[in-house]
């Protein structure tokens, strides 16, 4: 068992292009979203394992000798394996979470309860120690924030346990794992989602651990090899939506009229084809100004062909015509009805213009971000490397 703390972030996730067109056997690309999940993990002697969430106000502790005692078996020996809705039920027994707990907090702590007792049971005992994640992406927004919480964990408990290395910093503020350690926080943090969301796709923890970007399509997710950090606006509208109406809506329209709606999801696999080859151009060189002209083409035609699938919003409207005032290209990311859009920030654009469209965008009561695309998958961090709002968020302040 590692003796010393451990500091760790996994970034969350956008779609890029592909959105809807990917659940009919077309191609999505998902980005890493360099707006991180930080975890601090602190092994102790005290017999307890404690689990602080200071987003959602969770702060849960229990006695491992209490936790030691339960009949493991249900979590069946072997390797990475899914949690099954039986197991899920023995760990809402050992969770002991109050009736009125909501959903999202539940599933939250049994997620962390998946993983520690899968994770830490080969130990000859169960391990004390705290965990306190805090993240600065917002819950339920389409922007992978249950990915980058179970590959936080993943990655934590599997180090903690020694089940893989701690990778040498040699200096730096923050190191990476290995290919196959990767692969291993991966695979559990699938798990954890599995916990959260029963049937997820795979894709949000894969960005989340390899960071970059990643090609999806009929199951089959592959990482871009190369992949240019692009600076973008992340436009949250808060306008909350059903991605599974939206996604039945989409189902209804091509029914209805196959022969206009089809062409529609071959035209965005196309977007999306054309968008990872000019990437793959930029990252190869240096990108040029005719490189961002073609991403801001494509964002503008992926937007309309959205609107023509019906999930589009009049928020996402707005959003659209503000930064469109400003010179600036945005799209929906994700489901669609309200949620998130992404604006492409070009390289030559001068802070004050920035400004001026993140105020213009918040006067509408939108949440805005300036951040980038393309950010590295999960890392470990020396404490010194944090900035100041990470370190009070972990702290609780």
């Known amino acids: 068992m590692l003796s010393e703390g451990l500091l760790v972030s996994a970034p969350g996730k956008v779609i890029l292009h592909g959105e809807h067109a990917v659940v009919h056997g077309k191609v999505a690309l998902a980005v890493a979203l360099n707006l991180r999940t930080f ?3 602190q092994p102790h002697s005290n017999g307890k394992v404690g689990l602080n969430l200071p987003n959602i106000g969770i702060k849960r502790a229990w006695d491992v ?3 030691q005692l339960l009949d493991m078996r249900f979590l069946e020996q072997g390797d990475v394996t899914a949690p099954t809705p039986k197991q899920v039920e023995k760990l809402k027994e050992v969770a002991g979470l ?7 907090e539940r599933l939250a702590v049994l997620a962390f309860l998946y993983l520690y007792l899968s994770i830490c049971r080969k130990q000859r005992a ?9 993240s600065e992406l917002p819950t339920g927004a389409g922007l992978g924030s249950s990915a980058a919480y179970s590959v936080c964990l993943a990655a ?3 180090t903690a346990c020694e089940e ?5 910093k040699d200096g730096e503020p923050s190191s990476r794992w290995t290919a196959e350690d990767l692969e291993l926080i991966n695979k559990w943090a699938f798990q954890g989602e599995k916990v959260i969301h029963g049937n997820p796709s795979g894709v949000d923890n894969a960005v989340s651990t390899w960071g970059g970007a990643l090609r999806y399509q009929q199951g089959k997710i592959s990482a871009l090899e190369r992949f240019p950090a692009l600076r ?4 949250n509208t808060r306008v909350p939506r059903s991605t599974k109406a939206l996604v039945a809506s989409v189902r209804s329209r091509l029914l209805k009229f196959p022969e206009i709606v089809a062409p529609l999801l071959t035209s965005i696999d196309a977007i999306s084809v054309e968008c990872e080859r000019v990437l793959g151009e930029m990252a190869a060189a240096d990108p040029a ?5 073609v991403l801001e083409e494509l964002i503008d035609m992926n937007q309309h062909h959205l609107n023509a699938l019906g999930v589009g919003h009049a928020s996402l409207d707005q959003l659209c015509q503000v930064t469109m005032a400003h010179g600036l290209h945005s799209k929906l990311t994700g489901a669609g009805g309200g949620g998130c859009g992404i604006t492409l920030l070009r390289p030559d654009l001068e802070g004050p213009e920035v400004k001026a469209t993140k105020q213009a965008l918040t006067s509408y009561g939108f949440d805005c971000w300036e951040t980038s695309i393309g950010a590295p998958g999960v890392s470990v961090h020396s404490a010194a490397s944090l900035d100041a709002p990470v370190r009070q968020g972990l702290d609780g302040l």
């Open 98 to 104: 109050p009736k009125d707990c909501g959903d999202h």
């Open 164 to 168: 893989i290395p701690n990778p040498p």
């Open 39 to 41: 975890l601090r993990l």
């Open 156 to 158: 934590a408990l599997l």
């Open 65 to 67: 000798a209490r936790l």
């Open 126 to 134: 169960l391990p004390s120690l705290d965990i306190v994640v805090w």
């Open 232 to 235: 973008i606006l992340l436009t």
């Open 289 to 293: 100004p005719e490189h961002y002209l």
